[in-house]
């Protein structure tokens, strides 16, 4: 036994080498671990990672056109889009062929209604070519051409045929380019008109109006914080349950209570005229903009931002402050220069909540901002439910989530991720 | 895929019923509406009287109209659909028709023959404005004005609205470029007959958002049914656009300072579909309700508790008193000849094109 101590490696009691029975026995509490977390982690994976991933996917993914009309894209391969002409005698019959089976499977207005977000008008052609197709004859209804400039003569022109052959293909950054206010033109990408350029200003005053609301829920928050952390437990305990009590509400009822407040005959505006503040006639516009906006979504996160900033300052000790003071620091030096920089953990934390949350936010914006206080997130529902453009709306989701993860990433080389503390 | 293979299953266990015995029908149904009043007009009219006569069902509501569409598409690739009937506006019928996930139906054969003996493919008429939907009632979106707020001479033209002068104040119109866009133009000068061809061109859109462009600093802007009741009530706006029946309970059962202005008012329709792809059974129970549920008595019935005209011809006679209230509901209806001498219908093919793409421009020149 002391010979092999002595030239080999290091055994363990059981003869092996230590160093592999140790890793052994670390693998073994990985895959221990590993074990314990799998239900949530397949959990996650599959409820929350997986749709994600497949509504994101949405936002590139384009076969519907392939897939309805084969035949006709592979025709069309050949025509110049920029001749100025309506394709051939061919292309036309492999559109009546393509047309002929979507109508029996009821794709081709899905179609339709898929171009239509790129060229206004296709809804009601396929619907239409549709009906008339389906009475064509294949065997000897030729030429289709003719037959197809009776039907819509938007056929004829070059228009429908260069939307079908841009968005041919299997994936497109369609999608992606309407989302930064940009779209396909037949020279490749290009700026929106001016009429109709909406979503980079969109995104723009989301970071600005959420950086503000972050910025509000401090400036509120951090006194609050404060005293909480340093009244007797007691006393503290109640008045935490005032800071929570806005989470046991429904967040519509909040929101709609900012509205009785706010309005122009509201609470604040009849106050101020009883007080002859302000005129009768003058009344203060506080909602339905940005500022009715910052203020009902301020109200609703300053408990995000409270909670953190309170469990960090519980763990300051008082003695501290008592400690600076008695060598001679001024009430303001003890707490800027001692117990502020000990909170800025909480800080930070408090502020990626708020600022991540917010610039999600959809329901408070949608009902108190106006037209001037409205986020990215009300377009995005509004793809999502109401045009049923869930390839824009998915590229205007994942460009939010690019945004959001960038911030977060620069948030980490500036600040440090370490330096954030959600208590103890 | 997966979703088809789940379809797959589905039906060939429904075939497997089906063959079993072809009039089975399950006892549960899932309906689809808006909530508030009008679903309960509908809970009152056809569901308690259909479960009174068929005690073994049970009918749940859910309340998702508004979000109809996306949800059914999202069942539809999910391959589950848990709906039965789903309530919803004529727009959206023609767009779940073009995805595939309506069932389209035969009027005469689904739905009963009006009272009269007019097949019902006749008594709905031009209602049946989609393969897929089966008309309900007929509403309209109309202005409302306090009538303390306007003076000695209330408006009485669609044009007020757009008169600052006259009638100083805010005014509540939806967000949206439907119906305003029309009422736009129309108080720019475009005949009535024209308005859609104006609208069709980029000039066109141009003009009515720079006429809505003189009202846009007065303008409270809407997306729920509900907002303009509430701004109206409070006092916040002097006149607001929404649908009838909404203004209808402020005046007459909240006895609000309220009243109409019909002029330019634009009807729409609200119906069912049946979602495409219900197993045998359950198609087999919904039918059976669908038939009962918009025969003419029925439809008739609902408009006691809703302001809303009924979808059939062969209803309009049958109108009568409010449930609760007492009053002859035949003026309050849109369609009433009074009420309906200036009067719109929704262009359901215009919008169907044009939506995206004028929605894009009204929405960026709001957010100017």
Same mark, same amino acid.
Request: hydrophobic share 45%.
């Given at each position: 036994?002391?010979?092999?101590?002595?030239?080999?490696?290091?055994?363990?009691?059981?003869?092996?080498?230590?160093?592999?029975?140790?890793?052994?026995?670390?693998?073994?509490?990985?895959?221990?671990?590993?074990?314990?977390?799998?239900?949530?982690? %397949?959990?996650?994976?599959?409820? /929350?990672?997986?749709?994600? +991933? !497949?509504?994101?996917?949405?936002? #590139? *993914?384009?076969? $519907?056109?392939?897939?309805?009309?084969?035949?006709?894209?592979?025709?069309?391969?050949?025509?110049?889009?920029?001749?100025?002409?309506?394709?051939?005698?061919?292309?036309?019959?492999?559109?009546?062929?393509?047309?002929?089976?979507?109508?029996?499977?009821?794709?081709?207005?899905?179609?339709?209604?898929?171009?239509?977000?790129?060229?206004?008008?296709?809804?009601?052609?396929?619907?239409?070519?549709?009906?008339?197709?389906?009475?064509?004859? %294949?065997?000897?209804?030729?030429? /289709?051409?003719?037959?197809? +400039? !009776?039907?819509?003569?938007?056929? #004829? *022109?070059?228009? $429908?045929?260069?939307?079908?052959?841009?968005?041919?293909?299997?994936?497109?950054?369609?999608?992606?380019?309407?989302?930064?206010?940009?779209?396909?033109?037949?020279?490749?990408?290009?700026?929106?008109?001016?009429?109709?350029?909406?979503?980079?200003?969109?995104?723009?005053?989301?970071?600005?109006?959420?950086?503000?609301?972050?910025?509000?829920?401090?400036?509120?928050?951090?006194?609050?914080?404060?005293?909480?952390?340093?009244?007797?437990?007691?006393?503290?305990?109640?008045?935490?349950?005032?800071?929570?009590?806005?989470?046991?509400?429904?967040?519509?009822?909040?929101?709609?209570?900012?509205?009785?407040?706010?309005?122009?005959?509201?609470?604040?505006?009849?106050?101020?005229?009883?007080?002859?503040?302000?005129?009768?006639?003058?009344?203060?516009?506080?909602?339905?903009?940005?500022?009715?906006?910052?203020?009902?979504?301020?109200?609703?996160?300053?408990?995000?931002?409270?909670?953190?900033?309170?469990?960090?300052?519980?763990?300051?000790?008082?003695?501290?402050?008592?400690?600076?003071?008695?060598?001679?620091?001024?009430?303001?030096?003890?707490?800027?220069?001692?117990?502020?920089?000990?909170?800025?953990?909480?800080?930070?934390?408090?502020?990626?909540?708020?600022?991540?949350?917010?610039?999600?936010?959809?329901?408070?914006?949608?009902?108190?901002?106006?037209?001037?206080?409205?986020?990215?997130?009300?377009?995005?529902?509004?793809?999502?439910?109401s045009s049923l453009n869930w390839g824009l709306g998915a590229a205007l989701g994942a460009i939010l989530l690019a945004v959001v993860l960038l911030l977060y990433y620069a948030y980490?080389?500036?600040?440090?991720?370490?330096?954030?503390?959600?208590?103890? | 895929?997966?979703?088809?293979?789940?379809?797959?299953?589905?039906?060939?266990?429904?075939?497997?019923?089906?063959?079993?015995?072809?009039?089975?029908?399950?006892?549960?149904?899932?309906?689809?509406?808006?909530?508030?009043?009008?679903?309960?007009?509908?809970?009152?009219?056809?569901?308690?009287?259909?479960?009174?006569?068929?005690?073994?069902?049970?009918?749940?509501?859910?309340?998702?109209?508004?979000?109809?569409?996306?949800?059914?598409?999202?069942?539809?690739?999910?391959?589950?659909?848990?709906?039965?009937?789903?309530?919803?506006?004529?727009?959206?019928?023609?767009?779940?028709?073009?995805?595939?996930?309506?069932?389209?139906?035969?009027?005469?054969?689904?739905?009963?023959?009006?009272?009269?003996?007019?097949?019902?493919?006749?008594?709905?008429?031009?209602?049946?404005?989609?393969?897929?939907?089966?008309?309900?009632?007929?509403?309209?979106?109309?202005?409302?004005?306090?009538?303390?707020?306007?003076?000695?001479?209330?408006?009485?033209?669609?044009?007020?609205?757009?008169?600052?002068?006259?009638?100083?104040?805010?005014?509540?119109?939806?967000?949206?470029?439907?119906?305003?866009?029309?009422?736009?133009?129309?108080?720019?000068?475009?005949?009535?007959?024209?308005?859609?061809?104006?609208?069709?061109?980029?000039?066109?859109?141009?003009?009515?958002?720079?006429?809505?462009?003189?009202?846009?600093?007065?303008?409270?802007?809407?997306?729920?049914?509900?907002?303009?009741?509430?701004?109206?009530?409070?006092?916040?706006?002097?006149?607001?656009?929404?649908?009838?029946?909404?203004?209808?309970s402020v005046i007459e059962e909240q006895k609000q300072p309220v009243a109409m202005l019909w002029d330019a008012q634009v009807f729409d329709l609200d119906g069912w579909i049946i979602?495409?792809?219900?197993?045998?059974?359950?198609?087999?129970?919904?039918?059976?309700?669908?038939?009962?549920?918009?025969?003419?008595?029925?439809?008739?019935?609902?408009?006691?508790?809703?302001?809303?005209?009924?979808?059939?011809?062969?209803?309009?006679?049958?109108?009568?008193?409010?449930?609760?209230?007492?009053?002859?509901?035949?003026?309050?209806?849109?369609?009433?000849?009074?009420?309906?001498?200036?009067?719109?219908?929704?262009?359901?093919?215009?919008?169907?094109?044009?939506?995206?793409?004028?929605?894009?421009?009204?929405?960026?020149?709001?957010?100017?």
């Amino acid at each position: 036994m002391s010979d092999q101590t002595t030239s080999g490696p290091v055994l363990a009691a059981d003869g092996t080498p230590l160093k592999r029975s140790l890793s052994r026995a670390l693998r073994r509490q990985k895959m221990r671990a590993l074990l314990l977390i799998a239900p949530l982690l %397949l959990f996650v994976l599959i409820t /929350f990672i997986a749709p994600i +991933a !497949d509504m994101l996917f949405r936002s #590139v *993914e384009n076969q $519907i056109v392939q897939e309805t009309l084969p035949k006709t894209v592979e025709a069309l391969a050949d025509w110049d889009p920029n001749s100025g002409q309506a394709p051939d005698e061919p292309v036309f019959a492999a559109l009546a062929a393509d047309l002929k089976i979507a109508v029996q499977e009821k794709t081709h207005t899905r179609l339709g209604s898929r171009l239509n977000y790129e060229l206004t008008g296709a809804s009601s052609l396929f619907r239409k070519s549709g009906r008339a197709v389906n009475r064509m004859d %294949l065997e000897t209804d030729a030429p /289709f051409k003719e037959k197809f +400039a !009776d039907i819509d003569k938007n056929w #004829v *022109e070059p228009d $429908i045929w260069r939307t079908i052959q841009t968005y041919s293909p299997r994936y497109t950054s369609g999608y992606f380019l309407n989302a930064i206010d940009m779209q396909k033109g037949p020279d490749g990408a290009e700026a929106r008109p001016e009429n109709q350029q909406i979503y980079i200003m969109l995104f723009k005053r989301t970071l600005f109006m959420s950086l503000v609301i972050t910025g509000s829920c401090i400036l509120l928050g951090y006194p609050v914080a404060w005293i909480l952390a340093n009244l007797p437990m007691r006393t503290a305990n109640l008045l935490m349950i005032l800071v929570l009590l806005p989470f046991w509400t429904s967040l519509l009822v909040r929101t709609s209570a900012w509205k009785v407040m706010l309005q122009q005959q509201g609470v604040i505006n009849d106050v101020l005229v009883w007080l002859g503040l302000v005129a009768d006639d003058a009344r203060l516009v506080m909602i339905n903009n940005q500022f009715g906006t910052i203020v009902a979504m301020t109200h609703i996160l300053l408990p995000f931002m409270i909670l953190p900033m309170y469990s960090v300052m519980q763990t300051i000790p008082p003695s501290y402050l008592r400690a600076a003071k008695s060598l001679g620091a001024t009430n303001w030096t003890a707490f800027w220069r001692v117990y502020f920089p000990q909170s800025v953990p909480g800080i930070g934390a408090g502020s990626i909540l708020v600022f991540i949350l917010s610039i999600g936010y959809y329901i408070t914006p949608e009902i108190v901002g106006g037209t001037t206080g409205t986020f990215i997130s009300n377009r995005i529902a509004y793809h999502i439910s109401s045009s049923l453009n869930w390839g824009l709306g998915a590229a205007l989701g994942a460009i939010l989530l690019a945004v959001v993860l960038l911030l977060y990433y620069a948030y980490d080389k500036i600040v440090g991720i370490d330096n954030v503390k959600l208590g103890g | 895929m997966r979703p088809t293979r789940i379809l797959l299953a589905t039906t060939s266990l429904t075939l497997a019923a089906g063959l079993a015995s072809a009039q089975d029908m399950t006892n549960d149904m899932t309906l689809v509406s808006w909530g508030g009043a009008y679903q309960a007009s509908q809970q009152n009219a056809y569901v308690e009287p259909y479960l009174a006569m068929h005690p073994e069902v049970t009918a749940v509501w859910d309340e998702s109209s508004n979000e109809a569409v996306a949800k059914l598409r999202a069942m539809n690739e999910a391959g589950n659909i848990t709906w039965d009937l789903v309530d919803v506006v004529a727009s959206d019928a023609i767009r779940l028709c073009d995805e595939g996930l309506a069932m389209e139906y035969d009027p005469d054969e689904l739905l009963a023959p009006g009272d009269d003996g007019t097949p019902a493919s006749e008594d709905f008429g031009d209602l049946i404005v989609s393969e897929c939907f089966i008309p309900q009632i007929v509403y309209s979106t109309t202005f409302g004005y306090r009538t303390d707020l306007v003076g000695d001479t209330p408006p009485t033209k669609i044009c007020d609205v757009f008169d600052l002068d006259a009638y100083p104040g805010k005014r509540a119109l939806e967000k949206r470029p439907i119906n305003n866009m029309e009422w736009a133009l129309l108080c720019d000068g475009v005949a009535k007959e024209e308005v859609y061809d104006v609208l069709a061109t980029p000039e066109g859109q141009e003009k009515a958002l720079a006429k809505l462009d003189t009202i846009k600093d007065s303008v409270i802007w809407w997306s729920a049914g509900a907002d303009t009741p509430q701004l109206l009530a409070d006092g916040e706006v002097v006149m607001g656009s929404t649908y009838n029946g909404r203004l209808f309970s402020v005046i007459e059962e909240q006895k609000q300072p309220v009243a109409m202005l019909w002029d330019a008012q634009v009807f729409d329709l609200d119906g069912w579909i049946i979602p495409a792809g219900l197993p045998e059974d359950r198609l087999a129970r919904v039918k059976d309700f669908v038939r009962f549920a918009t025969d003419t008595q029925r439809l008739a019935d609902q408009a006691k508790f809703i302001s809303y005209g009924p979808g059939r011809a062969s209803s309009a006679p049958l109108v009568g008193q409010h449930a609760e209230l007492g009053i002859e509901m035949a003026p309050h209806m849109p369609t009433d000849p009074n009420n309906a001498q200036n009067t719109f219908l929704y262009n359901y093919e215009f919008w169907a094109d044009y939506r995206d793409d004028i929605d894009a421009k009204f929405q960026a020149w709001l957010a100017k």
